[in-house]
């Protein structure tokens, strides 16, 4: 992972480094999450890419760890009705999963084999909706007709 990221991300923690790697769940990220977000925004927007923020939103709206195959179809699925002639999913999705740890945004759990969102990347979900330059299509609202 680029050093440049990592220090971005210490720097910005300050003292609550380990308080923003906390998991998630479908809870409110946390003030400290959001600031350190607010600081490393374009730094870790620069390294995640729409698929990899459909798998943040994916394992944001599950509230729990999932196995990277969930995730995978989840993710697909998403990215399918909102682009469907859009670049599809790789059929493993551990090495996207495990980038995603790098940056903070995922953690693994149940021996790495599932995969959950941390407060960072809570904060960085709800950052990035607002984000219509980078991350439109990922929030595009399908119809069900």
């Known amino acids: 992972m680029e050093p440049l990221i990592v220090a971005a991300i210490v720097n910005a923690s300050a003292g609550v ?3 923003v790697l906390e998991l998630a769940g479908r809870h409110d ?6 600031k350190v977000v607010a600081k490393t925004y374009d730094t ?3 390294a995640t890419s ?3 923020l459909r798998v943040l939103i994916v394992l944001l709206e599950q509230g729990s760890s ?3 195959k969930k995730v ?3 993710a697909q699925a998403l990215a399918s009705r909102q682009e469907p ?3 599809r999913f790789e059929d493993e999705l551990t090495y996207r999963l495990r980038f995603l740890c790098q940056l903070g945004l995922v953690q693994p759990v149940g021996g790495g084999a599932e995969f959950a969102i941390t407060k960072l990347g809570s904060a960085f979900v709800e950052k990035a909706r607002g984000d219509s330059h980078r991350y439109s299509s990922a929030f595009r609202q399908v119809s069900s007709a």
Do not use: V, W, Y
């Open 17 to 19: 480094f380990q308080k």
């Open 29 to 34: 990220p946390g003030e400290a999450a959001k």
């Open 44 to 46: 870790l927007a620069t």
């Open 50 to 52: 729409t698929n990899s």
């Open 66 to 68: 999932l196995l990277p």
């Open 72 to 74: 995978r179809q989840k």
């Open 85 to 87: 002639d859009g670049i």
